[in-house]
Nanobody
Framework: QVQLVESGGGSVQAGGFLTLSCTTS????????MAWFRRAPGKEREGVAV???????SYRDSVKGRFTIAKDNAKNTLTLQMSDLKPEDTAMYYC??????????????????????WGKGTEVTVSS
């Protein structure tokens, strides 16, 4: 049974930083695309960062230069380092895994539909 469990969320002030982690079990993540999504209050879920199977990385335009996605295959863990946080980054953040073999982009609306497994999310609140 594949399980994804996010952690690391919290409340920070604008300009602060957080590192989110997604611990996985039941699958070897080294061979799969993984991604972070978020859903802000009252908004649709959107892609934040995608790490494709071939190592290609895609970021949502609004987080480029501030967020870094990385995968530790030995620990079966995906991380998202977030710096210079802004109030508009406030959201529930979700980790996801896809068996899709090609690259996906974070900005595309259909990326979410390509995910096969999801975590339950971790909440991030950024105050001004």
């Amino acid at each position: 049974q594949v399980q994804l469990v996010e952690s690391g969320g919290g409340s920070v002030q604008a300009g602060g930083f957080l590192t989110l982690s997604c611990t996985t079990s039941g699958i070897d993540i080294s061979g799969y695309l993984m991604a972070w999504f978020r859903r802000a209050p009252g908004k649709e879920r959107e892609g934040v960062a995608v790490l494709s199977k071939n190592g290609h990385i895609s970021y949502r335009d609004s987080v480029k230069g501030r967020f870094t996605i990385a995968k530790d295959n030995a620990k079966n863990t995906l991380t998202l380092q977030m710096s210079d946080l802004k109030p508009e980054d406030t959201a529930m953040y979700y980790c996801a895994l896809s068996t899709f073999p090609a690259m996906l982009t974070a900005n595309h609306d259909s990326t979410e539909t390509m995910m096969d497994y999801w975590g339950k999310g971790t909440e991030v609140t950024v105050s001004s």
